[in-house]
T-cell receptor, first 113, second 113 residues
């Protein structure tokens, strides 16, 4: 069975460039989450969607970050402009039910030079 | 200067011994708890969960204990194997908080042969 699919797995970019991370959740799951993991702060929830609607974006660091979920099978997390402090591993996760088990993707490792 | 990252607690055990990983959670309103395992370079993977109306739940080789009085959660792994080496995170979900899981900082488990 296909799990949560994220792309790209690795991205290296220069400060000021736009970064778009992509996620395909598990088919049938109705909740989607974006997390960021760093050594300094651990795993942080950025935003989550339920039935394609953003429910809580209080974890989004600032206006440079935006996330969309145009349909049940696709979501993007965009950073524009990127900064070196955005360097982290970004995880997408999906679940079937409220407060249910989250299934994580393999993550997108972002390095901003 | 060089940034200082989170200092992950480390638990070293001999192969075949039992492991106990502890977690203190923060919110007395949390009613659902999950343990995740994260291997190097991968996303977190669900191990076991427990709801606040229980104090113990068993899975295959794993047991989760919940002490709501002192807001403490533990994960016991029986007959620890080399494949158990990973970082283990506890996560909590607050009652009425939607699907928002808050993760702890994690514990590194090292299994020595």
């Amino acid at each position: 069975d296909a799990g949560v699919i994220q792309s790209p797995r690795h991205e290296v970019t220069e400060m000021g460039q736009e970064v778009t991370l992509r996620c395909k959740p598990i088919s049938g799951h109705n909740s989607l989450f974006w997390y960021r993991q760093t050594m300094m702060r651990g795993l942080e929830l950025l935003i989550y969607f339920n039935n394609n609607v953003p429910i809580d974006d209080s974890g989004m660091p600032e206006d440079r970050f935006s996330a969309k979920m145009p349909n049940a099978s696709f979501s993007t997390l965009k950073i524009q402009p990127s900064e070196p402090r955005d360097s982290a591993v970004y995880f997408c996760a999906s679940s079937f039910q409220i407060a249910g088990e989250l299934f994580f993707g393999e993550g997108s490792r972002l390095t901003v030079l | 200067g060089e940034s200082v990252g989170l200092h992950l607690p480390t638990l070293s055990v001999q192969e075949g011994d039992n492991s106990i990983i502890n977690c203190a959670y923060s919110n007395s309103a949390s009613d659902y708890f999950i343990w995740y395992k994260q291997e190097s370079g991968k996303g977190p993977q669900f191990i076991i969960d427990i709801r606040s109306n229980m104090d113990k739940r068993q899975g295959q080789r794993v047991t989760v204990l919940l002490n709501k009085t002192v807001k403490h959660l533990s994960l016991q792994i029986a007959a620890t194997q080399p494949g158990d080496s990973a970082v283990y995170f506890c996560a909590e979900n607050m009652r009425g908080g939607g699907n928002k899981l808050t993760f702890g900082t994690g514990t590194q488990l090292k299994v020595e042969l």
